[in-house]
Structures are given as C-alpha cells and as structure tokens.
C-alpha cells in the first residue's frame, strides 16, 4: 500500500532562516516517483519538484533542494534563506508506476509560516 | 491562459441539492483527474480518465458521485443529493503522458460548501 507521511503539521521560521520539511514515504513498488508541490493561501498547486525511484542524486534549485534518500525512504525539502512569500502549504506525493492510473498518494501536507 | 481550469471556483448550496463542477485540462493532455481535499489534508484520489474512458474510481467515490468524459476533452463532476459531509475543494488535474513520471497539471479547484 502507498502512505504519504509529513510528520510536521506546521512550522514558523523567521525571514531567512533555513528550514527542512520532512517526507516519509511507504510503497512496495520499486518504479515509484516522488513530487513536492506548494499549495499558496490562493489554493492552486503548484509543481515544485519530482524524483524517480532510481535518481538519487540530490537536486538544488536557487534556494530549494532536496534529499532523497531510499535507504530511509524520505524525501525531504531544505529551503534555504526563507522568504515570507515562501509562506504555504507543502505537500509530498508518491506515484506508483504499476498503478494503473498513477494516480498521486498525498501526504497531510505541512504549514510553512515565514514571519517577516 | 493555458492551464488547467475549473468552474465554478465556489459553490454554495443546500444539503440535497444536486451540483455539477467542470473542468476543462490542458489541450491535449489525455489523462484526467478528480481529487478532493478537505480542510488541512492533502488532496484525495476520486477517479481518472484516460481520453474519454473512466478507468479508475477511488473507494471515496460514493454512488452519490459520477463523472464523465464525454469526448475526452473536459470533465464534469456531478454530486447528487449533497450531504455536509461533502464540502471540500475538488481539484482536476491533467497529465499528458501515457507512461513514466506522470507530473500533474493542477487546477485551481471548485470550493463546495454544502449549508
């Protein structure tokens, strides 16, 4: 079965603090894909990232990276330097390539506030 | 603007009342999704289209539920005899794919309150 589990309900970081949002994930597959999407107050995902099963290398982009690790199946997202503008919620999702339909797993998401 | 969209963006109505939500994806993009999100969870899988074909239906997709693709373009969600227990964000999301990393196109979902 596919689980999704962001330990961390919420968290508050002062402006340009750095600060890490944990991924857990659960799949028997072993073709799988890992996405980051952010979810701002206005309600639209937005894509952040996305990893497959066999691509560990770790990735950074400006002041996001992440660290994708098999051994402990996380996933986890560093943002460096945060911003108020990073404020939202942060959502992890696991898509199983023998799912016929591939459909996302979320997990519960995580509430990022950036205080100014 | 060449996103995935959805109307209405909110909706408000009686319990028992019926409501139908669109979603119009990304041309082309030839699979389709409905999730539901309720107030501080992460988004949950409805069902999936591939072109016209429903494929897939989450166990959360009561008889009370349907939704169709009729030309493989966009998508209607219906919801007969509201309850409460309904109210939430739907969100539609597309994908172009037909195999591999499958990222998902999201739209800015339909609030339903259900009074």
């Known amino acids: 079965a596919q689980k999704v589990t962001q330990a961390q309900t919420e968290i508050s970081v002062v402006e340009k603090e750095d600060v890490t949002l944990d991924c857990v994930y659960e799949?028997?597959?072993?073709?799988?894909?890992l996405f980051w999407y952010k979810q701002p107050p206005s309600g639209e995902l937005v894509f952040l990232i996305r990893r497959n099963s066999f691509d560990e290398q770790n990735e950074i982009s400006g002041r996001y990276s992440w660290n994708f690790q098999k051994s402990t199946s996380s996933f986890n997202f560093t943002i460096t330097a945060s911003q108020v503008v990073d404020s939202a919620v942060y959502f992890c999702?696991?898509?199983?390539?023998?799912?016929?339909?591939?459909?996302?797993?979320f997990g519960p998401g995580t509430r990022l506030s950036v205080l100014p | 603007d060449t996103g995935v969209s959805q109307n209405p963006r909110h909706k408000i109505t009686k319990r028992g009342q019926n409501v139908t939500f669109r979603c119009d994806p990304i041309?082309?993009?030839?699979?389709l999704y409905w999730y539901r999100q309720t107030l501080g969870q992460g988004p949950e899988f409805l069902t999936y289209f591939q072109n016209e074909a429903q494929l897939e239906k989450s166990r959360l997709l009561s008889d009370r539920f349907s939704a169709e693709r009729p030309k493989g373009s966009f998508s209607t969600l219906e919801i007969q005899r509201t309850e409460q227990g309904d109210s939430a964000m739907y969100l539609c999301a597309s994908s172009p794919r037909l195999a591999g990393d499958n990222e998902q196109f999201f739209g800015p979902g339909t609030r339903l309150t259900v009074l």
């Open positions: 799949t028997r597959d072993t073709t799988y894909y």
């Open positions: 999702a696991l898509s199983e390539a023998n799912n016929y339909g591939q459909n996302f797993v």
């Open positions: 041309s082309e993009h030839n699979r």
